[in-house]
């Protein structure tokens, strides 16, 4: 089973209006961080914002929240009053695992392609 | 501030030959160092990551190969290319602080291309 999932290959979204992007996840593990990353197309990975399994708070960072949903275990991503320059690729990614077993690792969705219209 | 660095930018290179991609973190100390293939559209990869010098993991069993001779060094080797070793690669710096928060930031990548 995947550990994560996107779902939306490709989403359009008019400038200006909020769009959310979907995330779920999949960990037995009762601590673990969930982040999203920007790839534009220069192919750099861009950290946006980053939520972990104990915060009782959604992340927020700038017009970046996650909603996070424990108990559907996702970690959607919106974005607010979207941007022409919001047009890339987005990955949710999930760090999972125990030091004393092989250490941390971080788990990458297959991404979503977001499309900002004028 | 933490910079991290990758070269080179773009690599052609014909099957069989060798590789070698360099990345070097700048700003920080002791970090947690990692290699990602990215093919065309699709998501990443973990080849590699390090938490020390001379401390290597490989996730992948392929004819890559990683070193971290210094702190803030980590190359990425090949003796054969392969035609499937085509993609965009991405080294990843992180400073442990929890293990569980800590966020991995990348560089800009190389892009290579097998012939």
């Known amino acids: 089973a995947q550990k994560i999932t996107q779902t939306q290959p490709g989403m359009f979204v008019q400038e200006k209006e909020a769009v959310t992007l979907d995330c779920t996840y999949d960990?037995?593990?009762?601590?673990?961080?969930l982040f999203w990353y920007k790839q534009p197309s220069s192919g750099e990975m861009i950290f946006l914002i980053y939520?972990?399994?104990?915060?009782?708070q959604n992340a927020t960072e700038g017009r970046y929240s996650l909603n996070f949903q424990k108990a559907r275990k996702s970690a959607n991503l919106v974005i607010s009053a979207s941007q022409l320059g919001d047009s890339a690729m987005y990955f949710c990614?999930?760090?999972?695992?125990?030091?004393?077993?092989?250490?941390?690792?971080?788990?990458f969705g297959a991404g979503t392609r977001l499309f900002v219209k004028a | 501030s933490q910079t991290i660095h990758q070269w080179p930018a773009t690599l052609v290179q014909p099957v069989g030959s060798p590789l070698s991609l360099e990345c070097t973190v700048e700003?920080?100390?002791?970090?947690?160092l990692y290699w990602y293939r990215q093919a065309a559209g699709r998501g990443l990869q973990l080849l590699f990551y390090?938490?020390?010098?001379?401390?290597i993991s490989s996730e992948v069993p392929q004819n890559l190969s990683a070193s971290r001779p210094q702190d803030r060094q980590f190359i990425l080797s090949s003796k054969k290319l392969l035609l499937s070793d085509s993609g965009f690669y991405l080294c990843?710096?992180?400073?442990?602080?929890?293990?569980?928060?800590?966020?991995?930031?990348f560089g800009p990548g190389t892009r290579l291309t097998v012939l």
């Open positions: 960990t037995s593990d009762p601590s673990y961080g």
């Open positions: 700003g920080t100390s002791n970090p947690n």
């Open positions: 390090s938490v020390g010098i001379g401390q």
């Open positions: 990843a710096w992180s400073v442990d602080v929890g293990g569980i928060t800590d966020t991995q930031y």
């Open positions: 990614a999930m760090r999972e695992g125990n030091p004393g077993a092989g250490g941390f690792k971080t788990i």
């Open positions: 939520q972990g399994s104990y915060d009782q």
